[in-house]
């Protein structure tokens, strides 16, 4: 058990919804990434948010957008669903030490997942 | 750009027998490197990590892995696996950036026969 929940399991949604998952961190964690990993594929960075602002992004379009409030919790919303957004979505929380300088090397750790699949 | 090369999607082998799975990276950075487990329908598991010094890694659960600067190469070894051992794993980088992204490899399956 790492301490980072996910909700929902699971997820059904049709092509052109919009879906809203959700992730609470492990206590004292303040920076959230979450990535999308395809059927049989790695997971791939979607974006991480420290102190409620994106600050990385990886190759994913704008439909993609999230949210990080100040208890550290955080929401991923997917526009204009496609039939290629299904896939687990994990979130990962770790504490980032000091940003703007020295990496934190502190472990991310990773939450269970959610499943979405769009018909 | 960087990216993660794990070359065997899959890998059988019979309980009590030694494993290695192979992971190679590139990168014109220096670099940060770990290995996760991920069971069937969970999240990612944290095995072990290279972050500097030392270039044999000792993880969880008897895992250890080799940094291998001049071959690019960290792979995972156990000298002895369990049934419970089967699973996913996956190889990633990271830069020594402040974006926390990490670049995974595609995965590479773990079948112990009994």
């Known amino acids: 058990e790492t301490g980072v929940t996910q909700s929902p399991t699971h997820l059904i949604k049709t092509r052109g919804q919009q879906v809203t998952l959700r992730c609470s961190s492990q206590?004292?964690?303040?920076?959230v990434s979450w990535y999308q990993q395809a059927l049989g594929q790695g997971p791939q960075f979607i974006f991480q948010?420290?102190?409620?602002?994106?600050?990385g992004r990886g190759n994913f379009p704008p439909r993609f957008s999230g949210l990080q409030f100040p208890n550290y919790s955080s929401e991923l919303n997917v526009n204009a669903l496609e039939l290629d957004d299904s896939a687990l979505y994990l979130c990962?929380?770790?504490?980032?030490?000091?940003?703007?300088?020295?990496?934190?090397?502190?472990?991310?750790?990773f939450g269970p997942g959610t499943r979405l699949t769009v018909l | 750009a960087q990216s993660v090369t794990q070359l065997d999607s899959q890998v059988p082998v019979f309980e009590e027998a030694p494993v290695e799975l192979r992971c190679n990276y590139s990168?014109?950075?220096?670099?940060?490197l770990f290995w996760y487990v991920q069971y069937p329908n969970q999240g990612l598991q944290l095995l072990l990590k290279?972050?500097?010094?030392?270039?044999l890694v000792k993880g969880i659960n008897g895992f250890e892995a080799e940094f291998n600067k001049s071959q690019t190469s960290f792979h995972l070894r156990k000298p002895s696996v369990h049934i419970s051992d089967t699973a996913e794993y996956f190889c990633?980088?990271?830069?020594?950036?402040?974006?926390?992204?990490?670049?995974f490899g595609q995965g590479t399956t773990l079948q112990v026969k009994p």
């Open positions: 990962a929380s770790r504490v980032a030490l000091f940003l703007g300088g020295p990496y934190s090397t502190d472990t991310q750790y």
């Open positions: 206590s004292g964690h303040n920076t």
């Open positions: 948010y420290y102190r409620e602002e994106e600050n």
């Open positions: 990168s014109s950075v220096s670099v940060y």
């Open positions: 290279y972050l500097s010094g030392s270039t």
């Open positions: 990633a980088v990271s830069e020594n950036s402040n974006t926390g992204k990490l670049i």
